[in-house]
C-alpha cells in the first residue's frame, strides 16, 4: 500500500492528528492483507521524516526528483513499514 500525500494544516498540527493517521493508515493496511506501506517524502521535511520512523517505517532509498533536484542535492527519501502477520 502506498500512502500518498498525508497533511495536518498547520493551525491543526501538533495534537497527535498525524500520528493517528499514520497508525490508521498501518491499521486499514494490516486488516486487508497488506505485507508493508510504502512512502516517499522530502528532506526538508524533517518532521515527517521523524513521525514515520516514530511509527515503524525504515528508509529503504533516496532518489533526486530532477536534474535540478539533483544539482541542488535536493533528495526524496523513500520509506517502508513492514506489516507482517499482526501476532
Known sequence: LELKRMSVSREHRGRGLARALCREVLAFARARGYGAVVLSTSMVQVAAQRLYEGQ?????????PSLLGTLLNF????YRCELGDGN
Open 75 to 78: 533528495q526524496i527519501i523513500h
Open 56 to 64: 515503524g517505517f525504515r528508509r529503504v532509498s533516496t532518489s533526486y
